[in-house]
Nanobody
Framework: QVQLVESGGGLVQAGGSLRLSCAAS????????MAWYRQAPGKQRELVAH???????NYADSVKGRFTISGDNAKNTMYLQMSSLKPEDTGVYYC?????????WGQGTQVTVSS
């Protein structure tokens, strides 16, 4: 059984920064990819950032240059450093890991950016 636990969300003013973390526990064999998604009120969940086991990254156009995804495979942990936050970044952020070809999700953490 694999569990992902997120932390680091909260309320921040526009222009501020937050760092999200996601730790995986349980029977973890091989992490293929890590990703962060977000869901704003009334909108569909969208991909924010993605990183492969080789370190290749890609980002949604809306966060390029402001967000950085990273992973620590030794600790089974991933991070999302968010800077220059905007009110439109508000939403519930979910971490996702593909562990040996099975997808796992965190419970979500709320990020609210005030103007």
């Amino acid at each position: 059984q694999v569990q992902l636990v997120e932390s680091g969300g909260g309320l921040v003013q526009a222009g501020g920064s937050l760092r999200l973390s996601c730790a995986a526990s349980g029977s973890i064999s091989s992490i293929i990819t890590m990703a962060w998604y977000r869901q704003a009120p009334g909108k569909q969940r969208e991909l924010v950032a993605h990183i492969t086991s080789s370190g290749s990254t890609n980002y949604a156009d809306s966060v390029k240059g402001r967000f950085t995804i990273s992973g620590d495979n030794a600790k089974n942990t991933m991070y999302l450093q968010m800077s220059s936050l905007k009110p439109e970044d508000t939403g519930v952020y979910y971490c996702n890991m593909n562990i040996y070809y099975r997808n796992y999700w965190g419970q979500g953490t709320q990020v609210t950016v005030s103007s």
